[in-house]
C-alpha cells in the first residue's frame, strides 16, 4: 500500500513540473509621463508640432514602442505651451495630436496611434483630453497575433482629463491602438501605464532534473516491489 502512494506521488511530481509552465506572474508596472525618458532624463519639448517629430522608440528600453498611420507620422510629445487648452497632468509634456499640422520631416501628427509591447502586458491606461473642445477616444486591444481582445470608449467635456483602459485578465495584451473618434482634430494624452506579465517556465536544466529525480524515484520504487515479490517466492 506505501509503495503504490509513493509511486503515485513520484508521477504527480512529474504532472505537476509540466503545469508549471502554464503559470505566469506580473512584473513591476511601468509608467511613462512623457516628461522623462526611458532612463529618467528630463524632455525639453517643443510647443510647436513643425519642431518636432512623432515618437517611436523613445521608450524601447522599457518595452514600449510608438507607431502613427504612416512612416513619419504619429503623436509627438509637445509641451503644454502649445495652446491645448489643458495642462499636462505631471511635468508640462503630453502625447500630442493634430491632424491639421505637420512635423519637421514631412509627417503629420495624426492618429490612429498603436503602442506596441515586447512583452504582453495584463493592463494598460492612459489619461486622455480633447482641452478647449469635448471628445470621444477609442482604445482597442489586441494579442501577439492581431487579434482584437477588446475595446473601451470614453467621452471628455471641455478641458477635462479621463482615464482611458483596458486588462486582460490573461496577460495576453501585445498592443494597444489609440484613436480620437470625436469631431476635435486636435487632442492628448498624458500618463501612460501599463503592467508586463512574465511567464514562469522553468530553466531547462531545472526541468531535466525534475523530470529525472521523479522517474528514478519511481523505477526504484518499482525495483524494490520486484525484489520483494522474489524474496517472498524464496
Not at 520631416?105 to 509591447?117: H, K, L, M, V, Y
Not at 483630453?129 to 467621452?155: E, H, W
Not at 483596458?166 to 500618463?191: C, H, W
Amino acid at each position: 500500500m506505501a509503495t503504490s502512494i509513493l509511486m503515485k506521488l513520484s508521477i504527480a511530481t512529474i504532472g505537476t513540473t509540466f503545469i508549471t509552465l502554464g503559470t505566469f506572474s506580473t512584473a513591476q508596472a511601468g509608467l511613462i509621463n512623457f516628461d522623462t525618458d526611458a532612463n529618467g532624463n528630463s524632455i525639453n519639448a517643443p510647443s510647436l508640432f513643425f519642431n518636432s517629430t512623432a515618437l517611436t522608440d523613445l521608450y524601447a528600453p522599457l518595452g514600449v514602442k510608438f507607431s502613427g498611420s504612416g512612416q513619419l507620422s504619429g503623436g509627438s510629445i509637445i509641451d503644454q505651451l502649445g495652446n491645448f487648452g489643458v495642462n499636462a497632468l505631471s511635468g508640462s509634456n503630453f502625447l500630442a495630436f493634430n491632424r491639421d499640422a505637420m512635423l519637421s520631416n514631412g509627417g503629420i501628427p495624426t492618429d490612429p496611434e498603436t503602442i506596441s509591447f515586447a512583452d504582453s502586458i495584463g493592463d494598460f491606461s492612459i489619461f486622455a483630453s480633447g482641452g478647449v473642445f469635448s471628445n470621444t477616444f477609442q482604445l482597442q486591444a489586441f494579442d501577439i497575433n492581431n487579434l482584437l481582445l477588446g475595446a473601451s470608449t470614453i467621452n471628455t467635456a471641455v478641458g477635462e482629463w479621463k482615464k482611458l483602459s483596458f486588462s486582460s485578465s490573461l496577460g495576453n495584451v501585445s498592443k494597444v491602438v489609440l484613436t480620437g473618434t470625436g469631431a476635435a482634430s486636435y487632442f492628448v494624452y498624458d500618463n501612460l501605464s501599463f503592467t508586463p506579465v512574465s511567464k514562469s517556465v522553468p530553466e531547462p536544466g531545472s526541468l531535466l532534473g525534475l523530470v529525472t529525480f521523479a522517474t528514478f524515484g519511481a523505477t526504484s520504487l518499482l525495483k524494490f516491489k520486484q525484489q520483494q515479490k522474489a524474496s517472498v517466492k524464496a
